[in-house]
């Protein structure tokens, strides 16, 4: 599921734990969660900038291209819009 090696071995010292809490075990989860919910926001915000920038691009044999210009610049890949209309 993706859990850090840190949050496994906490993970596994709970398990060994008969005496634990459920509420520490729901807690390392739901921080997982927590984390996995902001890679996806970082990731989607990535592909909707790569297919902004695909989208400009005319791929063809001009050597101007807006993909090459965002990964060199991250504010033109943000603001290219404005430059093509």
Do not use: N, Y
């Not at 709970?14 to 902001?38: G, T």
């Not at 592909?47 to 005319?58: G, V």
């Amino acid at each position: 599921l993706g859990f850090l090696v840190e949050d496994i071995r906490r993970l596994l010292a709970l398990w060994q734990d008969r005496s634990r809490a459920s509420a520490e075990v729901k807690a390392i989860a739901l921080e997982h969660v927590a984390d996995l919910d902001r890679r996806i926001a970082e990731l989607t915000e990535m592909r909707d900038t790569l297919s902004h920038l695909a989208e400009h691009c005319h791929g063809d044999a001009r050597p101007d291209c807006p993909i090459i210009e965002g990964l060199a610049d991250p504010e033109t890949a943000a603001t290219h819009s404005c430059h093509t209309g």
